[in-house]
């Protein structure tokens, strides 16, 4: 199998599986004060200073939480419910129009919660960026204080953000910054997105961790107020008895991903975009003009559905994912390219080729020995209609 779909999921690192083996055989409740439950304990804290490290951030700042759509959605309450009492109450929500659903569904939720809070839609350029124009304009309009909700790099595009412009913007307008990470992490460096961001957001299975495990790292002074109370977990910030073996897990893969940050895929992604191009002439390439994650592809080739073409790949032993995204039985074109302004037909015909820390060149050549076999069986079939 060829599997190139490690934004969706990256495959279990080595480390991180006999981390959790470890854990397992270990066993203790890490809020217990006996010997196994200071075991456990001293896993966990290992595991929180490995994220730190990934993130550039301090290690008392780091709550562990169930997964990125928790640690987003616990950001988003976090500070919004932790400036109600505040001086400077938080009455409107910036979201770029490209954030993840964890991150769009849960603001407009709490539109309907928060009396007096507003969301708005920032839009993107045509190569998938935020508009810091647009944003300028926007914090300028209205009262009250601001929380401005702005990915790292895009899950689907994988195009980076302006974050610094982003933050320099929100720094003049006394607003507070979120940044979703999760796709970021273990790709690019983090240090300087960490330093300007109030809030900010890892999951470990991106980067070679278990699933059910994420991170929400809180600046200190930021708005915070917990969202699950209980035993007074991760400082009374998360309660609940901590996944030791995730979070174990996600500690190592952490480690493993910040020492091979420098191994960057971006040969692999160039080769075989030039190879795609080579055998598709027609294909789109999406963000290609602008500042992408190394290990991200997103094209179309016109006139052959997303779904058609998953499938045919599938059936060669080819892993990719599509640019659609499936509610309810039924394909919707991905609201990703739609804020680029990219025609429905096309974005119908999206396909994601993303590469992670066990991908090789022979991944590459066989995936385009992939989409050769399927072009060879569509394009004639569709000249002579």
């Known amino acids: 199998m060829i599997y190139l779909d490690h934004n969706a999921t990256s495959p279990l690192r080595p480390e991180a599986k006999a981390a959790m083996d470890r ?10 004060v006996h010997a196994a439950g200071r075991g456990a304990r001293a896993l966990i804290e290992e595991a929180r200073e490995h994220v730190a490290a990934l993130a550039g951030a301090r290690v008392q700042d780091v709550i562990f939480t169930g997964g990125g759509t928790e640690a987003n959605w616990l950001a988003l309450c976090g500070a919004i419910y932790g400036a109600l009492d505040a001086e ?16 769009l569904a849960n603001a407009n939720a709490l539109t309907e919660r928060v009396p007096g809070l507003r969301v708005d839609i920032l839009p993107v350029t045509q190569d998938g960026a935020i508009d810091p124009e647009a944003l300028r304009v926007a914090l300028r309009e ?8 702005v990915m790292a790099a895009n899950n689907e595009t994988g195009v980076l953000q302006p974050i610094e412009k982003v933050s320099a913007l929100a720094k003049e307008a006394n607003a507070l910054l979120l940044v979703d990470a999760i796709q970021a992490a273990g790709k690019i460096a983090l240090d300087g997105i960490c330093a300007v961001a109030d809030y900010l957001t890892l999951s470990a299975h991106k980067l070679g961790g278990p699933q059910g495990s994420g991170a929400l790292i809180v600046k200190d002074g930021a708005p915070f107020s917990a969202q699950i109370l209980g035993g007074g977990q991760e400082k009374s910030r998360q309660a609940g008895t901590e996944n030791v073996c995730g979070i174990a897990g996600f500690g190592a893969a952490a480690k493993a991903a910040l020492r091979d940050l420098a191994k ?16 598709a002439p027609r294909a789109v390439l999406f ?3 602008t500042g992408r994650l190394a290990n991200t592809s997103n094209f179309a080739l016109p006139g052959i559905s997303a779904e058609t073409a998953v499938m045919a790949l599938d059936l060669e032993g080819v892993c990719v994912s599509s640019g659609a995204a499936c509610s ?4 919707r074109p991905s609201h990703v390219l739609k804020a ?3 025609g429905e037909d096309l974005a119908r015909s999206a396909l994601r080729v993303s590469f992670g ?8 050549h066989g995936a385009i020995a992939a989409l050769s076999k399927l072009l060879s069986r569509v394009q004639p079939r569709a000249a002579a209609e």
Do not use: C, Q, Y
């Not at 820390?357 to 590459?364: I, M, Y």
């Open 88 to 103: 400077a109450r938080i009455t409107r929500l910036f979201v770029s129009a490209i954030e993840h659903d964890s991150v």
């Open 328 to 331: 309810s039985g039924k394909v």
């Open 357 to 364: 820390w066990n991908s090789s060149e022979a991944d590459t």
């Open 23 to 32: 854990a397992l055989a270990a066993g203790g409740n890490p809020s217990s």
């Open 264 to 279: 960057a895929t971006i040969a692999l992604r160039d080769d075989f975009e030039s190879e795609l191009l080579r055998a």
């Open 287 to 289: 963000g290609a003009n």
């Open 340 to 342: 680029m302004g990219i």
């Open 142 to 149: 209205g009262k009250g204080r601001a929380l401005l909700a």
